[in-house]
């Protein structure tokens, strides 16, 4: 069933409604005036408000075409000229409703359609609808007939009810599946939040392990060197003793061979010339020595200076300070008991404090002398340089304080330890420096100069603190 509209009969579209957005024109003293300047003229009080337009009601479309089959109904609105971003549409299964000022265009549909899959197409000043039938069949009309503005008013309300009703669905689904997706990232984000965390430790277990194997390799080394030359030692050993024993033979055949000779004599002698006696008894083994003790003297100790710039005293304290450090240990310390009995030593710590410094791995180095100077605290060359490492981590603060202690420690000075005062000064002065505090600095780096006036390089630096120290003057 279709129903054609005639052109001829179509009422005229009325003038177009201004928008409140637009200017409104009116002539005041040959001058346009904005609806912005009209309110301002209005709320003066010498003019009375010009009185608001009455609202009008909307016009119904009723020069609109449909057309259907057993599935479907085509429903053909015209725009009269309003523009599309006006138009606004409000569909359910029982209702239509096309709003575009002034104009109106409602019909209560004659059956419930789908109102998910219809479908709704602007253009050419005209709105086409795709409406699906929810049962095959063909519609009398369009609109139920015989409905009372009761009627319409119900299934309005019943429209909206199921608007919002759907409305409220989809805003559901959407934050349903908006929780998923947030869920779904969240996991996604955790998971390679694991997988990096996993491979941290991975690499630090291989790293780990690797470590642990290098040590494992260097203590083996270490303890087959160690093997070897006490396999010298006890070679060198058997071969003294050997040398001995025979240069022992050696003076026994001599003996022997000289007291037979001895006594060959005496008897040719009693033979021939001692014709008086007629027995004389031989001495064929010697007296056994006497008990008694022998005196040692030692070499006195030979000093490089001379007797009237000597600083025995001072070395003979320094000596005796070093042997006590040797033998002070703390053996106090819990995580001793995991250690094996050469990582013990603090001269091996050092020692592999020193090759983990050679191999710029720094934090190693000085974990290696902080165990070293647990056992032992009293070894000034562990404080020196785990001072070095500091400053190669720019610890400036910690490698000022391990070169004072180690300068503590190098006391009295002497000659024996006046590289290592040397290099502590030379630290402490350029960490200070480091700090920007060059008066301090030049300090230390002339009391190096005093233990070694000929070294160049703590000359020319010297010379550069000093020239800093005059520039930052010259500029104050």
Request: glycine fraction near 2%; include cysteine; hydrophobic fraction near 35%.
């Amino acid at each position: 069933m279709e129903k054609e509209y005639d052109p001829k009969k179509r009422p005229p579209a009325p003038s177009r409604m201004p928008r409140q957005s637009r200017r409104r024109l009116t002539r005041k003293s040959g001058s346009l005036v904005t609806t912005a300047s009209l309110a301002t003229e209005a709320a003066r009080p010498d003019r009375p408000p010009r009185p608001r337009p009455p609202l009008r009601m909307p016009l119904q479309v009723s020069d609109y075409s449909w057309q259907q089959t057993k599935t479907a109904v085509f429903i053909s609105v015209p725009l009269r000229g309003v523009c599309v971003r006006d138009a606004d549409v409000f569909c359910t299964e029982n209702y239509l409703k096309v709003n575009f000022p002034p104009f109106l265009f409602e019909v209560f549909l004659y059956a419930p359609i789908k109102d998910e899959s219809s479908k709704a197409k602007i253009g050419n000043n005209t709105i086409i609808f795709t409406l699906h039938k929810k049962e095959a069949a063909m519609w009398d009309t369009l609109s139920v007939s015989g409905a009372d503005k009761e009627m319409m008013q119900r299934i309005r309300e019943k429209s909206i009810l199921q608007a919002q009703e759907r409305a409220k669905e989809v805003a559901e689904a959407k934050a349903a599946a908006r929780r998923e997706d947030q869920k779904y990232t969240l996991s996604v984000m955790m998971k390679i939040e694991e997988e990096e965390r996993k491979k941290i430790e991975d690499m630090k277990e291989y790293e780990r392990i690797k470590a642990t194997k290098e040590l494992e390799v260097w203590k083996e080394r270490q303890r087959k060197a160690e093997e070897q030359k006490r396999f010298q030692r006890e070679e060198k050993s058997h071969q003294q003793e050997k040398q001995t024993e025979e240069e022992r033979k050696k003076l026994k055949h001599k003996s022997l061979t000289r007291n037979s000779a001895s006594r060959n004599l005496a008897t040719k002698g009693r033979n021939s010339e001692n014709i008086f006696f007629e027995k004389l008894k031989e001495d064929s083994i010697p007296a056994p020595r006497s008990v008694g003790s022998i005196q040692i003297n030692f070499t006195p100790r030979a000093f490089p200076t001379a007797l009237r710039e000597s600083q025995v005293a001072e070395e003979e304290e320094w000596l005796h300070k070093q042997a006590e450090a040797q033998r002070a240990m703390n053996t106090d310390i819990p995580e001793l008991c995991d250690l094996k009995e050469e990582e013990k030593n603090p001269e091996w710590l050092k020692a592999k404090g020193n090759t983990l410094f050679a191999t710029e791995n720094y934090l190693a180095a000085i974990n290696a002398y902080n165990l070293a100077i647990r056992l032992n605290n009293k070894i000034p060359l562990l404080y020196l340089n785990r001072a070095a490492c500091h400053l190669k981590l720019k610890n400036l603060h910690k490698a000022i304080e391990d070169s004072s202690k180690a300068l503590e420690l190098l006391t009295p000075p002497v000659a024996v330890n006046a590289n290592a005062r040397m290099k502590a000064h030379i630290r402490r002065g350029t960490a200070f420096c480091q700090l920007e505090l060059y008066v301090e600095g030049l300090q230390d780096y002339e009391a190096a100069l005093k233990i070694d006036p000929s070294n160049k390089v703590v000359q020319n630096d010297a010379e550069k603190i000093r020239n800093i120290i005059q520039g930052t003057e010259l500029k104050c």
